[in-house]
């Protein structure tokens, strides 16, 4: 699958930028091109990959180049006036050529936050291809303002776009790691996921195609949802390397050496939907499903990967479950990528949404206490 990455404020930046850098090292075809989109002029300068001519800085008039900070209001105001520039960069790139638009943003700041839903509406409104988001949630400890900002700026992009693949931190950072390496791993963690999934339908090289490929439409048929509202998702992701064995062990053990890749492989998969997601949530919830299995083609087993979907139907209760292979010909390990998508519990976003309520009634509070010294104000104090 063929994709323009759209990175909005500094997360989403960041994480663009990250997957130019990684898909130039692929051997395959380039899968991504990638546009940065930003208010503060220093992040769109920190960037090392993505050109400069791809690279566009919006509100000048508004803010100067100094950003929004965490005025997400703000950010989708000047996005709302400053659209038909934004469209106009997006224009210049080479759209024929790409399969779905995937916008990124943090969505606990200013410039992303507020900006990602506006950018993505438009699109779907002009473009036939699929709009899908990647929403990083913030960390409990960046506050309840940020937690605010990611409850609207989500709400607002479920009517947006098709699918948000939901990122968050919390899952990710440990005990007393500083946040900015947690921030570099765990934007790693994101590039790698999702760029095995778009890779998959991309091979040119007949070693690395797999006997059953997952291409664009299984990708999409995946994440669509017949609701209005765009589908909620995550990517789990697991690995296991593979102990090579001698010739004599493998002539005179053959039926259990094949035994052993199927196990591996069923093993891989519940690992990556029972592990680390991308966001923690109940994987039973999920209505579908697609499984992606990498390794090198000998140990890619068929009766293996049938279990491993079969496993999941029954987990999810559903027959919307697809698999497929990726031989990755000289690899040492066997690993399996798999999207849950219309996920319907996940506990971190009804703890945002609580978080949200109570914010803004104190904000709300606040903001009438503010209105009554205003109002004290336009009396002189002897009338009082």
Known sequence: MKALIIGLGQ????????????DRKSPVPHTFEAIAINTAIADLLSLKHIPKDNRLLIGETFVKGHGVGTNNKLAAEIARREIDIILGKIAKMDISTIDAFILIAGLGGGT???????VASKLKEIYDEPVFAIGILPAKSEGSLFAYNAARSLLSLLRS?????????????????????AYERINIEIVKRVSFLCRAGEIRNREMIGEK?????DIFNTLRTNSSYASLATIGYAAEKIKSRGFLSKLFKKNDYNVGRASRILSV????????????CDYRSAEKALMLFLGPPEELDRVGIERARSWLEESLNTKEVRAGDYPQPGVKQ??????LSNIRKIPRIEELLKIARETKERLT??????NIYEEFRRYDIEEL
Request: glycine share 8%.
């Open 365 to 370: 509070k606040e903001e009438k206490t503010v």
């Open 112 to 118: 992303g936050s507020g900006s990602i839903p506006v």
């Open 161 to 181: 776009c098709d699918a948000i693949i939901l990122v968050d931190n919390d899952a990710f950072i440990r005990p007393g790691e500083n946040l900015r390496d």
């Open 334 to 339: 066997v690993a399996c990528v798999t999207l």
């Open 269 to 280: 998969a519940k690992r990556s939907v029972m592990g680390k997601l991308l966001i923690p």
């Open 11 to 22: 997360a989403g930046g960041k994480i663009a930028d990250l997957f130019i850098k990684e």
């Open 213 to 217: 490929v997952i291409d664009a439409s």
